[in-house]
C-alpha cells in the first residue's frame, strides 16, 4: 500500500523561490564566517542539495541520521542515533538541515546530542514546520513553509520510502 497523494501544497517554482530565499537569509547572516552544514538523513537529501547551491559562504556539510517514526505515520517517544556525524563540530557554526519538524521530538534529541559537543553556533534550518504537533519546543532560525496537521510527502518526504523523487509537496492519504 502506497497511499493516495491528494492535494498538493507547494509545487516546484514555489519550492525553489523559497529554498532561495532561505539560502539568501543564511548567506546575509553567516557573512565571514563558515558554516557546517548538517544534512539530517534521510528525509532532508532534496531540500540538502538545493539549499547548499544557494549558499555562497565556505561550508562543509556532513550527515547524521536519528530515528524518528515507530510507524508510518506516528512519531515514538524514543530517539536513537543511527547514523552519528564523522567530523568533530567543536567550535564550529553548526547549521542543521532537515525536512519538517513535527512533534520535535528528533531534533530535540539531536540538539542535545550535539550541543555538549560545544558547537560555537547551533541553528535550526527547516523546509516544513508542523507547529500543531509540537511536544517539544525548538528554536528555528529558518523555516521555509509552516504547514497543517497533515501527513505530507514529496521532495525528500516519503511514506514507507516511496514519493521521496516527487519535486512537489503533497498530502497523503495513507488509506486511499
Ligand atoms: P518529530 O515528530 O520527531 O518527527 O518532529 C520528525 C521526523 O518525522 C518525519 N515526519 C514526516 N515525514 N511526512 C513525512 O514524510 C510527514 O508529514 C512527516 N511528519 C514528520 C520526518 O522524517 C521528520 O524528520
Ligand atoms: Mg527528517
Same mark, same amino acid.
Given at each position: ?6 492535494? @498538493? ?28 552544514? &548538517?544534512?539530517? !538523513?534521510?528525509?532532508?537529501? @532534496? ?15 556532513? &550527515? ?17 542515533? !543511527? ?5 568533530? @563540530? ?10 519538517? &519538524? ?8 539531536? !540538539? *542535545? ?14 523546509? !516544513?514546520?508542523? #507547529? ?10 529558518? /523555516? ?16 514507507? *520510502?516511496?514519493? /521521496? ?8 492519504? #495513507?488509506?486511499?
Amino acid at each position: 500500500m502506497r497511499g493516495k497523494i491528494t492535494d @498538493i501544497l507547494f509545487d516546484e517554482s514555489q519550492i525553489n523561490s523559497r529554498v532561495a530565499e532561505l539560502g539568501a537569509e543564511i548567506n546575509a547572516d553567516y557573512a565571514g564566517r563558515d558554516i557546517f552544514g &548538517v544534512c539530517l !538523513l534521510k528525509g532532508s537529501i @532534496i531540500f540538502c542539495a538545493d539549499l547548499v547551491r544557494h549558499i555562497k559562504v565556505p561550508i562543509r556539510v556532513d &550527515v547524521m541520521r536519528a530515528s524518528s517514526y515507530g510507524s508510518n505515520t506516528e512519531s515514538s517517544g524514543s530517539v536513537k542515533i !543511527l547514523q552519528d556525524l564523522d567530523i568533530d @563540530i567543536a567550535g564550529k557554526d553548526v547549521l542543521i538541515i532537515e525536512d519538517i &519538524v513535527d512533534t520535535g521530538r528528533t531534533l530535540h534529541k539531536t !540538539l *542535545e546530542l550535539l550541543t555538549v559537543r560545544h558547537p560555537n553556533s547551533l541553528k535550526v534550518c527547516t523546509l !516544513l514546520d508542523k #507547529p500543531s504537533r509540537r511536544v517539544e519546543e525548538i528554536d528555528i532560525a529558518y /523555516r521555509g513553509f509552516s504547514i497543517p496537521d497533515k501527513f505530507v510527502v514529496g521532495y525528500g518526504l516519503d511514506f514507507d *520510502e516511496y514519493y /521521496r523523487n516527487l519535486p512537489y509537496i503533497s498530502v497523503l492519504d #495513507p488509506n486511499g
